[in-house]
């Protein structure tokens, strides 16, 4: 770990690190140069293939497989859509990128296109992201300026223009379909697939949807090789794992001395992030739990702590992945019952409801949650939040996109790991009523 160069933000700590003079001066736009000059869209995809290079936004997709799925035929057009949108609570990896290196994002998406033979992109900016917006659009100016964006790129009779959409700040924009909807003007409404984007995605065009992060490794993919890349992280163990490689951006906040997002091989574990490079927990306290990568992954206990923070490592522990890498940290003095509250509202009130598994669970799931933290609570609404646990989400089959996954994780691990903690919340805040069991009223009146 000591011997790792950061590269990912290797110029964010430059003046004026934003800036097209300053990206070209460290070399920055050689790899679109050697992509058309030297490749073709197949060999491309081919070199991100080989990298291994697993997507960034959360579900860790292998990258060129991706790219590979759009078909070899269509006569286009055809439209890449960039997930800038980054709604996970405590995440903030691409806001650093798009900040203060936005031209590194733009060579990736520029490379991804010619490879995707897309000659349309649209970022897709999260609305509270003002300083992130005007940096992409300053940057996207300099290159249509510098002739980098346009007609015949670099001589290459590739053209390309990328367009600057911003969100109306709606977590289920983070679903690729959902984006779609939204940026065609659309209720952001995830999609039933198939079809899937690569088939019918933007305007009912073949379309590929990448994250910030993973477009902003391909540059340096082009530039150093496959085999460069993959001398980080965690190697595959089989078929089925495709491996954890290359550098990672990972946050830290919550309850630790030094918040900060820091870039690190892929596989470094959640004690280390905690521990050496967020300063430890705050005010001399004792961890309790902490967040692997996004409110929606669940939850490690503070023994689960050496958990390595790859593709494969938080499903060990019952975590639902590795997530955006937004590890929060919670001291000794949080209570799980508050924990599971918010978690609860904010996927109440994120949902689209469109699916009612999805609508009624995270509704029910709140209400529930805030008659607990009322003094009312039962320890039967355990044992219905572990029903509505189980009931909603993609991998039960019974919503179309993946929200109530990440709105059920939280209170799986909650209920599996910290249930004595919640049983003796609700006994001792309801000493008369805890063990009722017939039907009790639900809505109570709410008190923030």
Not at 238 to 254: A, E, F, T, V
Not at 337 to 364: I, K, M
Request: aromatic share 8%.
């Amino acid at each position: 770990m000591a011997d790792f160069e950061p590269v990912l933000t290797a110029n964010i700590h430059k003046p004026d690190s934003h800036t097209l003079a300053v990206y070209q001066a460290g070399g920055g736009y050689q790899a679109i140069r050697k992509v058309l000059k030297t490749m073709s869209p197949n060999d491309t995809v081919e070199l991100v293939k080989s990298s291994n290079l697993r997507g960034r936004g959360g579900a860790g997709f292998p990258c060129g497989l991706k790219w590979s799925f759009l078909p070899k035929d269509h006569p286009g057009p055809v439209y890449m859509c960039v997930n800038a949108d980054e709604s996970e609570p405590a995440t903030f990896n691409n806001r650093i990128l798009m900040e203060l290196d936005p031209h590194q994002v733009l060579e990736g998406i520029m490379i991804g296109c010619f490879a995707t033979r897309a000659q349309t992109a649209y970022i897709y900016v999260r609305y509270e992201y003002p300083t992130a917006y005007r940096r992409l659009q300053q940057a996207i100016d300099e290159c249509y300026a510098a002739g980098l964006l346009g007609k015949d790129l670099h001589g290459s009779g590739f053209n390309l223009d990328i367009y600057l959409h911003r969100g109306a700040a709606a977590y289920i924009c983070g679903e690729e379909t959902g984006l779609i909807e939204s940026l065609e003007g659309k209720r952001a409404w995830p999609r039933i697939k198939p079809p899937f984007p690569a088939i019918e995605g933007a305007f009912r065009k073949p379309t590929v949807v990448n994250n910030i992060e993973t477009l902003a490794n391909v540059p340096h993919i082009v530039n150093r090789g496959p085999d460069w890349f993959k001398t980080m992280g965690v190697p595959s163990t089989g078929p089925r794992d495709p491996g954890s490689y290359g550098p990672k951006l990972y946050c830290i906040s919550g309850h630790v001395n030094t918040p900060r997002c820091v870039e690190l091989p892929l596989g470094v574990t959640c004690r280390e992030l905690i521990e050496v490079h967020g300063g430890g927990v705050w005010k001399g306290r004792k961890g309790k739990a902490a967040i692997p990568g996004g409110l929606s992954m669940g939850l490690l206990t503070e023994k689960e702590f050496d958990t390595p923070l790859d593709f494969a490592g938080p499903g060990k522990v019952g975590c639902l992945g590795l997530g955006t890498a937004a590890v929060t940290v919670m001291d000794e003095t949080v209570s799980m019952v508050d924990y599971l509250y918010n978690a609860c509202r904010f996927f109440a009130h994120e949902s689209c409801g469109q699916c009612t598994p999805c609508r009624e669970g995270t509704s029910w799931s709140e209400r529930l949650l805030s008659r607990i933290r009322q003094g009312k609570g039962r320890l039967k609404d355990l044992e219905i939040l572990q029903s509505i646990s189980t009931s909603i989400g993609i991998m039960p089959g019974t919503t179309i996109c993946g929200l109530a996954d990440g709105a059920a994780w939280p209170l799986k691990n909650a209920l599996a790991k910290f249930r004595p903690e919640l049983e003796e919340y609700i006994r001792r805040t309801n000493p008369t009523g805890y063990q009722q069991e017939e039907p009790a009223l639900a809505l109570v009146e709410l008190t923030h």
